[in-house]
């Protein structure tokens, strides 16, 4: 956009929006709805979930309909968000009001969202275990802006496929709630729940992937055998993007860690709510790192125990019974004893049929909602 470009203009941050820092305790607070950062959704806008302020004690930051919350801490997320209702906010995000004789109200959150913004964000951020943005460095990076007009133009877009992506986005929420009732229902903990271990050759099928001592960094090349790790996890499968792979003389060294068809892969550590069924293109695939392996004595049960691991109810106790205090661990002991339930074939078939239909509407669904994110990202980034 040659046009465009000329028209450009350099902004400060603190030029282009202020920061409300109205600090409150949640006791004193005269709201009904308190937002934490995980009650944020990445690329969204959109706030659909939230607590009570009787949920939380320390001091938060008091919000109106149409601020910003952005979450300071650990920007990499990109947790950012337009209220359309009062309340108060964790201390980890900054409230945001745009400054409206430099950017409509409207454009400012498209804007933030951009690649340009967010790695801007990313790199000024200071801090560790919990990178943190402070104001004073944000409101002095410099942005190039179209005039209002301009703007004003790109804000019809961008509200049209924000409310397509916002459509899906319900459907796409609406779809997940039911899979989690029918998996809970039919797949979750009840009287007649097992060991898991007792299908598994009394825990023998259970194995965890190979230590960092069997598995170094150096190991790792560009083509190969692929190493599943639990970032692969993704959706019930294994996802392949950006999978590690060592050669077939290094797999053939681990030839206990590789997997077969009928295999369950879980994380070993960290988010439980991950898990994959392996499929005949996985056959031979080594268990990575960070995960392990359960083998089951009767492979054909092995879609219906995946599903019973990913019921509500066992990832509960999952999480009640995990090790550590910084990173929660499953060990041998603890995954061998989750209680797995087998419904009667019928009601698995069925129940598995309906799951696996349900999955398929919400793959689509995600499939619409970043070709949505991909046309704002176009507009947009015809100057960003």
């Not at 030029?15 to 944020?40: C, F, N, S, T």
Request: proline share 5%; glycine share 6%.
């Amino acid at each position: 956009m040659p046009e465009l470009a000329t028209k450009l203009k350099m902004y400060r941050f603190d030029q282009m929006a202020v920061q409300v820092k109205d600090k409150v305790l949640p006791a004193d607070a005269d709201v009904d709805r308190y937002v934490g950062l995980e009650h944020i959704d990445p690329e969204s806008l959109k706030i659909r979930r939230w607590g009570e302020p009787s949920d939380v004690e320390s001091g938060k930051l008091l919000f109106r309909s149409g601020d910003i919350i952005f979450g300071k801490r650990r920007a990499y997320q990109r947790k950012l968000a337009v209220t359309d209702f009062d309340g108060i906010c964790s201390a980890h995000a900054m409230v945001l009001r745009p400054k409206t004789d430099v950017v409509l109200r409207e454009f400012l959150p498209f804007f933030m969202q951009t690649d340009e913004f967010m790695e801007r964000a990313v790199k000024i951020s200071v801090g560790g275990l919990s990178p943190t943005i402070n104001w004073k460095d944000l409101a002095r990076e410099e942005f190039a802006l179209p005039p209002i007009e301009e703007q004003r133009r790109m804000v019809r877009a961008l509200l049209a496929f924000q409310s397509f992506d916002d459509s899906c986005a319900d459907l796409s929420s609406a779809i997940e709630n039911s899979i989690a009732a029918i998996r809970e229902h039919v797949f979750g903990i009840q009287a007649d729940s097992v060991p898991l271990a007792g299908l598994c050759s009394d825990g023998k099928g259970i194995q965890i992937g190979p230590f960092g001592a069997q598995l170094h960094k150096s190991d790792y090349t560009a083509h190969g055998i692929p190493v599943v790790m639990p970032t692969e996890l993704v959706d019930d499968r294994i996802c392949d993007e950006t999978i590690a792979r060592v050669t077939e003389s290094k797999a053939d060294s681990l030839k206990q860690h590789r997997l077969q068809a009928g295999d369950i892969v879980l994380p070993r550590r960290g988010d439980f709510d991950r898990r994959a069924l392996v499929g005949q293109r996985e056959r031979g695939w080594l268990c990575g790192t960070g995960c392990l392996r359960i083998r089951l004595d009767d492979p054909v049960l092995a879609p219906f125990v995946t599903q019973s691991l990913a019921s509500r109810s066992v990832l509960r106790w999952l999480d009640s019974r995990s090790v550590g205090t910084v990173m929660p661990n499953l060990n041998l002991q603890i995954v061998g004893a989750i209680p797995v339930r087998i419904p009667p074939k019928g009601l698995a078939d069925e129940s598995s049929r309906v799951l696996a239909e349900l999955r398929d509407q919400w793959r689509q669904l995600r499939s619409r909602v970043q070709l949505a994110s991909d046309k704002k990202r176009m507009i947009i980034g015809g100057f960003a």
